[in-house]
C-alpha cells in the first residue's frame, strides 16, 4: 500500500510536466445528432473529433460524467466543420470544446470479435464483455480505406457455398465476388443469406470462411431472432454480427457496412476467407439521405446525395480474392437491395446492380406461388462464379440448366394449348421436377455433395418414377437414403469435388435400388 | 455574399486605428450606390456570428493559481498564443491551459487526473 501512495504521488508531482496540444474548436450549434463547429480548420472528411464534456467542470463532476463522446466529420466549411455525433448528441451543448482526433474512424478490429454482436463503432452489444478480452487483443482500424488495387488481387477460383441448391447450381458464386440479393420486401432475401452463413458449417473448419452479417435499419426483434437462430445451429462460432438497427442513429446505420467491410478485411489480409452481408444497402442509402439532409447537402436523384454511387462502390470494392504473394484471402460480400413492386430501374438498385459481378433476382410472384426461394434463374446471373464451381457441381448443373430453359418457354404455351403431345407433356414433367428440386426449406442448407447427389438423381430419371408434382416430396427421402446408404459415394464428391466415373457408377447404382423400392409403393397410393 | 461584406468589415475592424463610425458609413454608401442595402441586415447577422466565434476562439490563458500567471503567460506566447492577462480557474487544480489559433494546449493536473483516470477505468 505505502509503495502505491508512494507511487501516485511520485504521479502527481510529475503531471504537469506534460504539455498536449490539440486542434480544438467550439460547438456552434448543436441539433438533429449534428453539431456545427466553430474551428477545426485542418479537419479532414470522415476524421473523427472528440466532444470534451471536462473542459468546463470540476474535476468532480468531470470523472461523474467522463465518458467521451465521438464525432464523425461529414462537411467542411468556409469556417468550421459539421459534425455527426456518434453518441448521446443530448451531452453536446452549445460553447463545448471539440478536439480532433487526427485520424480517421476507428473500431476496434480482432480475432476476438468472433461469436460477438457489436455496433456500427465496434462496441458489443450482447453484454458479454469486452472483445478480445479471451482472444488475440484487438486493433484500432480505420473503417475507410483504399481497395486492393488489380496488382493485388487474383481471379475467383474457390466457391463459396450456400447450401442453397438453386444458386449452387445455377448461380454459384465464387470467393471474393459481389453478389447482390434484390427483390421486393418479405420475398426471402434475409433467409438467403442466412442459409449461407448455417451451410458454412458442413466446410472444413481449416477454410470455413468467417461470417460477418451486418443488419442495417432493421427491426432489433429480427436481428435478435436471427442471432439466436446462428447460435443455436452453432454457427455464431465463425460469424459476428454487425447491428445498427432501426431505432439507432441514421449515423450508426451508415457506418455499419463500412464496419462490416474492415472487420472482414481484418481475416482477408490473413490470408483467411470472410463472408460479408450488408442487409441491406436500400436501407443504408435512406440512412445516408437522412444524414445528407441534416448536413444540408444537396440533394440528387430521388433525394439520395450525389455521392451515393461512389459510397456504394467503395464498399463493394473492398470485397476481393487476394493474389498469393498477399496471403490469398478473399472477402465474399453479398448485398441486399430491396425493390418496390420489382422495379429495378430505380436509382439505388440500377447503382448497385452496376457495381456487384452479379444479382440473385427474387421475384414475389414466384415467393407467392409457392416457389421457395423465389429465385428468377432465368434472369439471375452471376459473371465470376463458374469459374469456382466445383466438377461435380459442373458436371450435374448443365442439364438442369437446359431443362428449365426449355420449361419456361412451355410454360407460357401451356396457358393455352389444350391438348399437349406426348413429347411436350415429357418436357413440362421435367421441368416441374427441376422447379421443385429447386425447392428448399428455409434453414436447410445442403451440404454441396448432397446437393451435387441429389440433382444427379434428378437430372438422370431417377426421379421420374414419383409424379412429378411431388417431387419434393420424393426429395426427402431421397436425402434420407443418401444420407444412409450412399455414404461412401457422398464422401468421394466431398473429398475429390467430382463426379468421377466410378462414383457415377456406384452412384446409379445405389439410385436405382432406390427407385425401385421407393416408386413402388408411391404409384399404389 | 453578405458573408464575405461582413468578413471584411471585420478584418478591416481589427486593424490598428480603424473607425467603425466610417466603415460603416462607407459600407452603407456603397451598398446604396450598388442597390443592395437591402443586405445590410444579413450582413449585421453575419457579423455577430462572426464575432461571437472569434471571440470563442479568441487566445485565452487559464492558471489554476495567480502564482502560475507568468510562467503560463511565456509558455503560451512560445506556441503562439499571444493573451493579455491569464485568468485564474481553480478547477484546474495545478498548472495552466492555454487556447487559440484554433489551438489548446493543456498543461493541467485537472487534464491529465481525467486521462489517468479513464486510462484506468476503460483498460
Ligand atoms: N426457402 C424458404 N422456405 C420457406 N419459407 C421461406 C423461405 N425463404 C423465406 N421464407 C419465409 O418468407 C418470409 C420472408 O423471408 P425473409 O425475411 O428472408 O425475406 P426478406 O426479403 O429478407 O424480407 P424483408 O424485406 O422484410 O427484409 C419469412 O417468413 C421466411 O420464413
Ligand atoms: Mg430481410
Given at each position: 500500500m505505502?509503495?502505491?501512495?508512494?507511487?501516485?504521488?511520485?504521479?502527481?508531482?510529475?503531471?504537469?510536466?506534460?504539455?498536449?496540444?490539440?486542434?480544438?474548436?467550439?460547438?456552434?450549434?448543436?441539433?438533429?445528432?449534428?453539431?456545427?463547429?466553430?474551428?477545426?480548420?485542418?479537419?479532414?472528411m470522415?476524421?473523427?473529433?472528440?466532444f470534451?464534456?471536462?473542459?468546463?467542470?470540476?474535476?468532480?463532476?468531470?470523472?461523474?460524467?467522463?465518458?467521451?463522446?465521438?464525432g464523425?466529420?461529414?462537411?467542411?466549411?468556409e469556417d468550421?466543420?459539421?459534425?455527426?455525433?456518434?453518441?448521446?448528441?443530448?451531452?453536446?451543448?452549445e460553447?463545448?470544446?471539440?478536439?480532433?482526433?487526427?485520424?480517421?474512424?476507428?473500431?476496434?478490429?480482432?480475432d476476438?470479435?468472433?461469436?460477438?454482436?457489436?455496433?456500427?463503432?465496434?462496441?458489443?452489444?450482447?453484454?458479454?464483455?469486452?472483445?478480445?478480452a479471451?482472444g488475440?487483443g484487438?486493433k484500432?482500424?480505420?473503417?475507410e480505406?483504399?481497395?486492393?488495387?488489380?496488382?493485388?488481387?487474383a481471379p475467383v477460383?474457390t466457391?463459396?457455398?450456400?447450401?442453397?441448391?438453386?444458386?449452387?447450381a445455377?448461380?454459384?458464386i465464387?470467393r471474393?465476388q459481389?453478389?447482390?440479393?434484390?427483390g421486393?420486401?418479405?420475398?426471402?432475401?434475409?433467409?438467403?443469406?442466412?442459409d449461407?452463413?448455417?451451410?458454412?458449417?458442413?466446410?472444413?473448419?481449416?477454410?470455413?470462411p468467417?461470417?460477418?452479417?451486418?443488419?442495417?435499419?432493421q427491426?432489433?426483434?429480427?436481428?435478435?431472432?436471427?442471432?439466436?437462430?446462428?447460435?443455436?445451429?452453432g454457427?455464431?462460432?465463425?460469424t459476428?454480427?454487425?447491428?445498427?438497427?432501426?431505432?439507432?442513429?441514421?449515423?450508426?446505420?451508415?457506418?455499419?457496412?463500412?464496419a462490416?467491410?474492415?472487420i472482414?478485411e481484418?481475416?482477408?489480409?490473413?490470408?483467411?476467407?470472410?463472408?460479408?452481408?450488408?442487409?441491406?444497402l436500400?436501407?443504408?442509402?435512406?440512412?445516408?439521405r437522412?444524414?445528407?439532409l441534416?448536413?444540408?447537402?444537396?440533394?440528387?436523384?430521388?433525394?439520395?446525395?450525389?455521392?451515393?454511387?461512389?459510397?456504394?462502390?467503395?464498399?463493394?470494392?473492398?470485397?476481393?480474392?487476394?493474389?498469393?504473394?498477399?496471403?490469398?484471402?478473399?472477402?465474399?460480400?453479398?448485398?441486399?437491395?430491396?425493390?418496390?413492386?420489382?422495379?429495378?430501374?430505380a436509382y439505388?438498385?440500377?447503382?448497385?446492380?452496376?457495381?456487384t459481378?452479379?444479382?440473385?433476382?427474387?421475384?414475389?410472384n414466384?415467393?407467392n406461388?409457392?416457389?421457395?426461394?423465389a429465385?428468377?434463374?432465368?434472369n439471375?446471373v452471376?459473371?465470376v462464379?463458374?469459374s469456382?464451381?466445383?466438377?461435380?457441381?459442373?458436371?450435374?448443373?448443365?442439364?438442369?440448366?437446359?431443362?428449365?430453359?426449355?420449361?419456361?418457354?412451355?410454360?407460357?404455351?401451356?396457358?393455352?394449348?389444350s391438348?399437349?403431345?406426348?413429347?411436350?407433356?415429357?418436357?413440362?414433367?421435367?421441368?416441374?421436377?427441376?422447379?421443385?428440386?429447386?425447392?428448399?426449406?428455409?434453414?436447410?442448407?445442403?451440404?454441396?455433395e448432397?446437393e451435387a447427389?441429389?440433382?444427379?438423381?434428378a437430372t438422370?430419371?431417377f426421379?421420374?418414377?414419383f409424379?412429378?408434382?411431388e417431387?419434393s416430396?420424393a426429395?426427402?427421402?431421397?436425402?434420407?437414403?443418401?444420407?444412409?446408404?450412399?455414404k461412401?459415394?457422398l464422401?468421394?464428391?466431398?473429398?475429390?469435388?467430382?463426379?468421377?466415373?466410378?462414383t457415377?457408377?456406384?452412384?446409379?447404382?445405389?439410385?436405382?435400388?432406390?427407385?425401385e423400392?421407393?416408386?413402388?409403393?408411391?404409384?399404389?397410393? | 455574399?453578405?458573408?464575405?461584406?461582413?468578413?471584411a468589415?471585420?478584418?478591416?475592424?481589427?486593424?490598428?486605428?480603424a473607425?467603425a463610425?466610417?466603415?460603416v458609413?462607407?459600407?452603407?454608401?456603397?451598398?446604396?450606390?450598388?442597390?443592395?442595402?437591402?443586405?445590410?441586415p444579413?450582413?449585421?447577422?453575419?457579423?455577430?456570428?462572426?464575432?461571437?466565434r472569434?471571440?470563442?476562439l479568441?487566445?485565452?490563458?487559464?492558471v489554476?493559481?495567480?502564482?502560475?500567471?507568468?510562467?503560463?503567460?511565456?509558455?503560451?506566447?512560445a506556441?503562439?498564443?499571444?493573451?493579455?492577462k491569464?485568468?485564474?480557474?481553480?478547477s484546474?487544480?495545478?498548472?495552466?491551459?492555454?487556447?487559440?489559433?484554433?489551438?489548446?494546449?493543456?498543461?493541467?493536473?485537472?487534464?491529465?487526473?481525467?486521462?489517468?483516470?479513464?486510462?484506468?477505468?476503460?483498460?
Amino acid at each position: 500500500m505505502e509503495s502505491i501512495i508512494k507511487k501516485i504521488e511520485q504521479e502527481i508531482a510529475s503531471m504537469t510536466s506534460v504539455t498536449r496540444e490539440e486542434e480544438t474548436g467550439v460547438v456552434r450549434t448543436t441539433g438533429d445528432g449534428i453539431a456545427e463547429i466553430d474551428g477545426l480548420e485542418g479537419a479532414v472528411m470522415a476524421e473523427m473529433v472528440l466532444f470534451d464534456p471536462t473542459f468546463d467542470r470540476t474535476l468532480e463532476s468531470a470523472l461523474k460524467d467522463a465518458e467521451q463522446i465521438y464525432g464523425l466529420v461529414l462537411n467542411l466549411e468556409e469556417d468550421g466543420v459539421r459534425v455527426v455525433i456518434l453518441g448521446d448528441a443530448s451531452r453536446v451543448y452549445e460553447g463545448m470544446r471539440v478536439r480532433r482526433l487526427g485520424r480517421l474512424l476507428s473500431i476496434p478490429v480482432g480475432d476476438g470479435l468472433v461469436g460477438r454482436v457489436v455496433n456500427a463503432l465496434g462496441e458489443p452489444v450482447d453484454g458479454k464483455g469486452a472483445v478480445g478480452a479471451s482472444g488475440s487483443g484487438t486493433k484500432l482500424t480505420p473503417i475507410e480505406r483504399e481497395a486492393y488495387g488489380v496488382m493485388d488481387r487474383a481471379p475467383v477460383n474457390t466457391p463459396i457455398h450456400t447450401g442453397i441448391k438453386a444458386l449452387d447450381a445455377l448461380i454459384p458464386i465464387g470467393r471474393g465476388q459481389r453478389e447482390l440479393i434484390i427483390g421486393d420486401r418479405g420475398v426471402g432475401k434475409t433467409t438467403i443469406a442466412i442459409d449461407t452463413i448455417l451451410n458454412q458449417k458442413t466446410e472444413d473448419p481449416a477454410t470455413r470462411p468467417i461470417c460477418i452479417y451486418v443488419a442495417i435499419g432493421q427491426k432489433e426483434s429480427k436481428t435478435a431472432r436471427i442471432v439466436a437462430d446462428l447460435a443455436e445451429a452453432g454457427a455464431m462460432d465463425y460469424t459476428i454480427v454487425v447491428t445498427a438497427p432501426a431505432s439507432s442513429p441514421a449515423a450508426f446505420q451508415f457506418l455499419a457496412p463500412f464496419a462490416g467491410a474492415t472487420i472482414g478485411e481484418h481475416f482477408m489480409d490473413q490470408g483467411k476467407d470472410a463472408l460479408v452481408i450488408y442487409d441491406d444497402l436500400s436501407k443504408h442509402a435512406v440512412a445516408y439521405r437522412q444524414m445528407s439532409l441534416l448536413l444540408r447537402r444537396p440533394p440528387g436523384r430521388e433525394a439520395y446525395p450525389g455521392d451515393i454511387f461512389y459510397l456504394h462502390s467503395r464498399l463493394l470494392e473492398r470485397a476481393a480474392k487476394l493474389s498469393k504473394e498477399k496471403g490469398g484471402g478473399s472477402l465474399t460480400a453479398l448485398p441486399i437491395i430491396e425493390t418496390q413492386e420489382g422495379d429495378i430501374s430505380a436509382y439505388i438498385p440500377t447503382n448497385v446492380i452496376s457495381i456487384t459481378d452479379g444479382q440473385v433476382f427474387l421475384l414475389a410472384n414466384l415467393f407467392n406461388k409457392g416457389q421457395r426461394p423465389a429465385i428468377d434463374v432465368g434472369n439471375s446471373v452471376s459473371r465470376v462464379g463458374s469459374s469456382a464451381q466445383t466438377k461435380a457441381m459442373k458436371k450435374v448443373s448443365g442439364k438442369i440448366k437446359l431443362e428449365l430453359a426449355q420449361f419456361r418457354e412451355l410454360e407460357a404455351f401451356m396457358q393455352f394449348a389444350s391438348d399437349l403431345d406426348e413429347g411436350t407433356k415429357k418436357q413440362i414433367d421435367a421441368g416441374q421436377r427441376m422447379t421443385q428440386i429447386l425447392n428448399q426449406p428455409q434453414g436447410k442448407p445442403l451440404a454441396f455433395e448432397m446437393e451435387a447427389a441429389v440433382i444427379f438423381a434428378a437430372t438422370n430419371g431417377f426421379l421420374d418414377g414419383f409424379p412429378a408434382a411431388e417431387t419434393s416430396a420424393a426429395e426427402v427421402r431421397l436425402q434420407d437414403f443418401l444420407t444412409r446408404e450412399a455414404k461412401a459415394e457422398l464422401k468421394a464428391i466431398r473429398d475429390s469435388r467430382e463426379i468421377s466415373d466410378a462414383t457415377d457408377k456406384a452412384l446409379r447404382a445405389k439410385l436405382d435400388a432406390f427407385a425401385e423400392r421407393a416408386t413402388p409403393v408411391e404409384k399404389e397410393a | 455574399m453578405t458573408n464575405l461584406y461582413a468578413q471584411a468589415l471585420w478584418t478591416a475592424s481589427q486593424q490598428e486605428g480603424a473607425d467603425a463610425k466610417k466603415l460603416v458609413k462607407n459600407l452603407t454608401e456603397h451598398l446604396k450606390e450598388q442597390g443592395r442595402l437591402k443586405l445590410l441586415p444579413s450582413i449585421l447577422a453575419d457579423l455577430k456570428r462572426l464575432d461571437a466565434r472569434n471571440t470563442k476562439l479568441a487566445a485565452s490563458v487559464e492558471v489554476a493559481h495567480e502564482r502560475e500567471a507568468p510562467t503560463a503567460l511565456k509558455e503560451a506566447v512560445a506556441r503562439g498564443i499571444h493573451a493579455e492577462k491569464a485568468h485564474v480557474n481553480v478547477s484546474l487544480i495545478k498548472g495552466w491551459r492555454a487556447s487559440g489559433q484554433g489551438m489548446l494546449i493543456d498543461a493541467s493536473a485537472k487534464r491529465e487526473l481525467i486521462e489517468l483516470y479513464r486510462s484506468i477505468t476503460t483498460a
